[in-house]
C-alpha cells in the first residue's frame, strides 16, 4: 500500500488499463485472422507492438496529460497553473527488453509502471520518479487443458517472490486455437508457499483472478506488488531481463523542474521561484 507520500493518480491508470484493454482486443483478432498457435513469447511481443501504438496516439491526443492534471487536481485543490505546467506534455510509453535467462530471478517477466510523484512539503511542490514492479511467471495452457509446471529453479528462488510474484495466464477458447482469451492474472501474495502455487497450475484451481484492467489498477495504486527500490532493481529488472516497463513522463525523460515554490496570499497560490535543478 502506498505511504501518504505518494500521489494517488486513479484516472491517469484508468487511462492506461482502457488503452490496455484495447491492445488486448486488437491482438485477439490478429491471432484469430492471422496468427493461429501463438505460444507465450509471441503474444507478449505482439501485444507490446499493440500497446505501443495505442498509448503513442492517446499520448498526442493529450489524453495522459489531461488525466495527470484531472489527478493533479484533485490532490492539491486550490492550485492552478502550477499543476497545468507540471502536466503540460506528459506522454505514456511501453518498452518490452530482451529476454535472457530467469536463473537470477525465477520469472520471465518484471512488469514495472514508472510514474511521477508529486507531493507538497511544506511551500514546495516536488517531483520525483516513483515505480511499482511485478515478477510475473507468464504460462499458456496446452490443447490438454494444462499450464506449464514450475522448474526446480524457479521452485527454488520464489519461495522469498511470492509477495510479489503474479502468475500471467493466457489460454485458447478453441482446438484450433484461434480464440485467444483475455488474459488472466493471479496474485500470489497470498500463497503461503511455491507449493501451493504449483498446485493451482497443476489442478488449473484459481480463486480470485483478476483481468489486466485490474491489475493495472491495483499495481499503479501500490495494492499489489512492490514499491522497494532495491527488489525491482534485483528482481523484477535486473539488467538483461525479460522486461514490459509502462512509464508516464515527459518527452525528454525529465519533468520541467524538480520542485516549485509556492506561497498562499489571500487565498490565492502565486508561484515564487522555479528551481531549475534535479535532484
Not at 516513483?130 to 507468464?138: E, P, V
Request: aromatic share 10%; net charge positive; glycine share 6%.
Amino acid at each position: 500500500m502506498f505511504s501518504s507520500k505518494v500521489l494517488k493518480i486513479s484516472n491517469t491508470l484508468r487511462c492506461l488499463a482502457e488503452c490496455w484493454l484495447e491492445a488486448e482486443e486488437s491482438l485477439r483478432r490478429d491471432i484469430n485472422n492471422l496468427y493461429p498457435l501463438a505460444d507465450e513469447e509471441f503474444i507478449t511481443k505482439m501485444f507490446h507492438g499493440k500497446y505501443k501504438e495505442i498509448l503513442r496516439e492517446v499520448s498526442e491526443q493529450g489524453l495522459i496529460k489531461d488525466r495527470f492534471l484531472s489527478d493533479l487536481r484533485v490532490a492539491f485543490p486550490g492550485l492552478g497553473n502550477e499543476l497545468y505546467r507540471i502536466a503540460d506534455g506528459l506522454i505514456a510509453e511501453v518498452s518490452l527488453h530482451r529476454r535472457t535467462t530467469e536463473r537470477i530471478t525465477g520469472g520471465d517477466l518484471g512488469f514495472v509502471i514508472i510514474r511521477p510523484n508529486v507531493v507538497r512539503e511544506y511551500d514546495y511542490l516536488k517531483i520525483k520518479d516513483h515505480r511499482t514492479g511485478l515478477l510475473c511467471q507468464a504460462k499458456l495452457k496446452n490443447r490438454k487443458g494444462k499450464w506449464g509446471q514450475l522448474s526446480a529453479n524457479q521452485i527454488k528462488v520464489l519461495q522469498d517472490r511470492l509477495p510479489y510474484l503474479a502468475l500471467l495466464l493466457y489460454s485458447y477458447n478453441d482446438q484450433e486455437r484461434r480464440y485467444l482469451n483475455p488474459f488472466k492474472w493471479k496474485i500470489c501474495n497470498t500463497a503461503k508457499d511455491v507449493k501451493e502455487v504449483q498446485n493451482w497450475l497443476k489442478k488449473d484451481e484459481f480463486s480470485g483472478l483478476l483481468l489486466s484492467d485490474e491489475v493495472i489498477f491495483q499495481l499503479g495504486s501500490g495494492y499489489i506488488g512492490t514499491s522497494n527500490k532495491e527488489t525491482i532493481s534485483k528482481y523484477i529488472s535486473p539488467a538483461q531481463n525479460n522486461l514490459l516497463v509502462i512509464k508516464i513522463t515527459w518527452p525528454d525523460g525529465k519533468p520541467p523542474f524538480s520542485e516549485i515554490y509556492i506561497e498562499t496570499n489571500q487565498n490565492t497560490v502565486q508561484e515564487r521561484q522555479i528551481k531549475l535543478h534535479f535532484r
